[in-house]
Nanobody
Framework: QVQLVESGGGLVQTGGSLRLSCAAS????????MGWFRQAPGKEREFVAG????????YYADSVKGRFTISRDNAKNTVYLQMNSLNPEDTAVYYC??????????????????WGQGTQVTVSS
């Protein structure tokens, strides 16, 4: 049974940093893109960042470029999101994804994708 477990969320002040982790288990994920999405209250889920299966290619939403960094460790089946210079607009539940959503940067629900349960990030002003 595949499981994605996010951690590292919390409350931080404007300008602060957080590092999210997503540990995958129950399968082999080194051949798939991994990524992060977020959903703020009353808004649609949106793409944040993605990383290719090898880790050699990364891509970001314009709103987080230069502030967030995605990386992965295939030996640990884990993807990370380093978030710096946080602001209140970054407040959301952050979700980890393995599969086509991460590969395409689309928040669509693809049949064979896996999603984590989400971790809350709150940035106070």
């Amino acid at each position: 049974q595949v499981q994605l477990v996010e951690s590292g969320g919390g409350l931080v002040q404007t300008g602060g940093s957080l590092r999210l982790s997503c540990a995958a288990s129950g399968g082999t994920f080194s051949s798939y893109a991994m990524g992060w999405f977020r959903q703020a209250p009353g808004k649609e889920r949106e793409f944040v960042a993605g990383v290719s299966w090898s880790g050699s290619s990364t891509y970001y939403a314009d709103s987080v470029k230069g502030r967030f960094t995605i990386s992965r460790d295939n030996a640990k089946n884990t993807v990370y999101l380093q978030m710096n210079s946080l602001n209140p607009e970054d407040t959301a539940v952050y979700y980890c994804n393995v599969g086509r959503a991460a590969a395409t940067g689309s928040a669509a629900k693809y049949e064979y994708d896996y999603w984590g349960q989400g971790t809350q990030v709150t940035v106070s002003s």
